[in-house]
Nanobody, 119 residues
Framework: QVQLVESGGGLVQPGGSLSVSCAAS????????MGWYRQAPGKQREFVAG???????NYTDSVKGRFTISRRNAKNTVYLQMNSLKPEDTAVYYC?????????????WGQGTQVTVSS
């Protein structure tokens, strides 16, 4: 089992910055990709950013150039730095970690952290 605990988030004005982090514990060896998804009220959960154990990153188009995902493998922690925030970035942000069990990969989720962008 892998446990994910998110921190950060909160209320920020449009144009502001915010950072969220996610620490993994438990059976953390063989964790491959980690990343962030978000879910706004009344909408489906959507991919935001991902990072491999080797540091390769990818982003959804709407956050490219504004958000940066990073990872400290030694601490099994993934970060999401969010700049130039917009009201449409308001959502619950969920961390994910994909653990390789050999013949399958299981995805774990954090409990979510609220990010609200509003004046």
């Amino acid at each position: 089992q892998v446990q994910l605990v998110e921190s950060g988030g909160g209320l920020v004005q449009p144009g502001g910055s915010l950072s969220v982090s996610c620490a993994a514990s438990g059976s953390i060896f063989s964790i491959k990709g980690m990343g962030w998804y978000r879910q706004a009220p009344g909408k489906q959960r959507e991919f935001v950013a991902g990072i491999t154990s080797g540091g390769m990153t990818n982003y959804t188009d709407s956050v490219k150039g504004r958000f940066t995902i990073s990872r400290r493998n030694a601490k099994n922690t993934v970060y999401l730095q969010m700049n130039s925030l917009k009201p449409e970035d308001t959502a619950v942000y969920y961390c994910n970690a994909d653990r390789d069990y050999g013949n399958y990969i299981r995805r774990y989720w954090g409990q979510g952290t609220q990010v609200t962008v509003s004046s």
